[in-house]
């Protein structure tokens, strides 16, 4: 099985009690090493408001899990994540296609030059052709009148 690299996100309610919360990731954090996965880090990023209701909250305590698994065990716990009440909202994103995606972008953007970088050009101005000089022919003569 291939070990890739994701970070779940997830949200459980404002009134949950912290020792509950613990309680909660520790749960997770044993099903990723029964698994054969690996936690590489927990953040509890606190808690923040919500951008729209969800579950009739407008706020929620945010978690963010790092670690390395395959799909089968990222199946597992996205399906725990899920029949957990507290939890009213989760995300993952498998994070080695998104540094690669990240790395194609810069590449990209350094074979390209800043415009910034490019020294103005000076204007164009159009210059304008002398005026040809009549022919010959348009020349006319003044003869004497004879009288």
């Known amino acids: 099985m291939i070990q890739r690299f994701y970070e779940v996100m997830f949200i459980v309610r404002p ?31 606190g808690r923040r408001k919500l951008a729209y209701t969800v579950r009739k909250f407008n706020d929620g305590n945010y978690v963010l899990l790092t670690i390395d698994a395959d799909g089968v065990l990222i199946a597992e716990l996205e399906r725990r994540l899920r029949v957990s009440e507290p939890v009213i909202k989760f995300i993952t994103v498998r994070m080695d296609e998104e540094e690669k995606r990240l790395a194609k972008v810069r590449a990209i953007r350094a074979t390209k030059k ?34």
């Open 15 to 45: 009134d949950m009690a912290e020792e509950d919360l613990d309680k909660l990731i520790a749960g997770l954090d044993q099903t990723v090493t029964n698994g054969g996965g690996k936690l590489r880090s927990t953040e509890k990023l």
């Open 114 to 147: 800043k415009l910034s970088a490019i020294p103005p050009a000076a204007p164009v101005v159009p210059v304008e052709a002398p005026e040809p000089a009549p022919a010959a022919a348009e020349v006319e003569t003044a003869t004497p009148a004879s009288a």
